[in-house]
């Protein structure tokens, strides 16, 4: 890891995963493997930022609105919360997005911080330069969220084994991958960047878990 990296869990929100009101189905099973990813870039400090989709009670996103998805992830609802199996780490910062109610609010680079901070303003000050990121949903939140990290000038790694779809068009989560990499993110799983860290020498092995 030569940049600064930053860890980035997008969207891992009950309303997503099974149960939810716009479940991507095996939502759920990215909970695990980011626990794993947390737990190894916490530990050598990488900051962590959640995003969440944030959404106002009537928005055009919605179906009754003029959109097309059922009302989800709307503001202080228990749909809107993270799964409670996520370990987010103390310190993590939460990006809220789609918080207006024109506002499909699929990149969370469009997100802002609890007090208003635009999120790649934030990792421009933090002077970070490459984004981790894993979550819900691999072709909406993930992919646009990527591709416009590397078109802000990011480094972008997409952690595949810690992404789950929707695919409301069968194929749309292996085409989102395909222009993920074509745009130039690179995609990796957890035991490659684990041992990449180890053959650094730069972290300690994880700690054991379960
Ligand atoms: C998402 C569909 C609608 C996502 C958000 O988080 O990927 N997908 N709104």
Same mark, same amino acid.
């Given at each position: *890891? ?5 860890? %980035? ?14 479940p991507v189905?095996?939502? $759920?099973?990215?909970? &695990? ?9 916490? *530990?050598?400090s ?6 969440? /989709? ?14 097309i ?8 609802? &228990?749909?809107?919360?993270?799964? &409670? ?16 109610s024109w /506002?499909?609010?699929?990149s ?10 635009p999120?790649?303003?934030? %990792?421009?000050?933090?002077?970070? /330069?490459? %984004?981790?990121?894993?979550? %819900?949903?691999? /072709?909406y939140c993930?992919?646009? =969220?990527?591709?416009? #990290? ?6 972008v790694?997409?952690l =595949? $084994?810690?992404?789950?779809?929707? $695919?409301v068009? &069968?194929? $749309?989560?292996?085409? #989102?991958?395909q ?11 957890f ?11 730069? #972290?300690?092995p ?5």
């Amino acid at each position: *890891m030569q940049r600064r990296a930053a860890l %980035l869990v997008i969207d891992v929100q009950l309303d997503f995963c099974p149960g939810g009101a716009l479940p991507v189905s095996n939502g $759920d099973q990215v909970v &695990p493997v980011l626990n794993l990813y947390l737990e190894l870039f916490n *530990m050598r400090s990488v900051p962590v930022f959640a995003s969440r /989709d944030w959404h106002p009670e009537h928005s055009k996103h919605f179906k009754e609105q003029g959109g097309i998805w059922p009302p989800h992830c709307v503001q202080g609802s &228990p749909g809107a919360d993270f799964h &409670p199996g996520l370990r987010l780490p103390k310190g993590t910062i939460v990006i809220s997005k789609g918080m207006s109610s024109w /506002d499909n609010g699929y990149s969370a680079m469009q997100g802002t911080t609890e007090n208003g901070t635009p999120f790649a303003m934030l %990792l421009r000050r933090m002077e970070l /330069d490459r %984004l981790y990121v894993g979550g %819900l949903a691999t /072709d909406y939140c993930v992919k646009e =969220t990527v591709l416009e #990290a590397l078109k802000e000038g990011f480094a972008v790694t997409v952690l =595949t $084994d810690a992404v789950r779809g929707v $695919d409301v068009k &069968p194929g $749309d989560t292996e085409r #989102a991958l395909q222009e993920m990499r074509r745009a130039g993110a690179d995609q990796t799983t957890f035991s490659s960047v684990r041992s990449a860290l180890l053959a650094d020498g730069e #972290a300690r092995p994880p700690a054991r878990t379960g």
